[in-house]
């Protein structure tokens, strides 16, 4: 698996992701924007010439915000997500992040039990975050800062 920065030419294949893992996906031109985002960082896992998911964050000051991840259903159990959320932990910590914090489906409990043993905690609980259907949203975070006093 080689894991490298989202690029003009990965945008299509990533937005067929989108739509194929999400009820709402972004739109390709919306992921063409990311390109141009100075806050925002896309990586993409490639396995065998494939793309096998993607994942971004937005960064503000000490704050960092993951906007998606997504795996290939072909490809997920397969250590896919891991590597991609471990990457991002690597680029918020290397440019000083306290944080890192996601949104997840409550129902999502493979996404649930990977952030858990990534370190997330939840934090909080967004009331019908998600539509089609609609459900609330988990809130976790992992605390850079809290790690280096450990």
């Known amino acids: 698996m080689?894991?490298?920065?989202?690029?003009?030419?990965?945008?299509?294949?990533?937005?067929?992701?989108?739509?194929l893992c999400f009820s709402e996906p972004w739109s390709q031109a919306s992921l063409e924007a990311e390109l141009r985002n100075p806050l925002a960082t896309w990586l993409v896992a490639e396995i065998g010439g494939?793309?096998?998911?993607?994942?971004?964050?937005?960064?503000?000051?000490?704050?960092?915000?993951v906007t998606n991840v997504a795996v290939d259903p072909a490809h997920r159990r397969k250590g896919v997500g891991k590597a991609l959320m471990l990457a991002l932990e690597n680029i918020c910590r290397r440019e000083g992040s306290a944080f890192l914090t996601l949104e997840v489906r409550e129902s999502n409990q493979?996404?649930?039990?990977l952030y858990?043993?990534?370190?997330?905690?939840?934090?909080?609980?967004?009331k019908h975050y998600y539509t089609h259907p609609t459900e609330d949203a988990l809130?976790?975070?992992?605390f850079f800062a809290r790690e280096a006093t450990l």
């Open 50 to 65: 494939q793309t096998a998911g993607y994942a971004g964050i937005h960064q503000v000051l000490d704050e960092a915000c």
């Open 110 to 113: 493979g996404a649930i039990a």
């Open 2 to 19: 080689i894991i490298y920065p989202m690029k003009a030419k990965t945008v299509p294949c990533i937005a067929a992701l989108e739509r």
């Open 139 to 142: 809130l976790l975070t992992k």
């Open 116 to 126: 858990q043993n990534l370190g997330f905690e939840e934090v909080g609980r967004r």
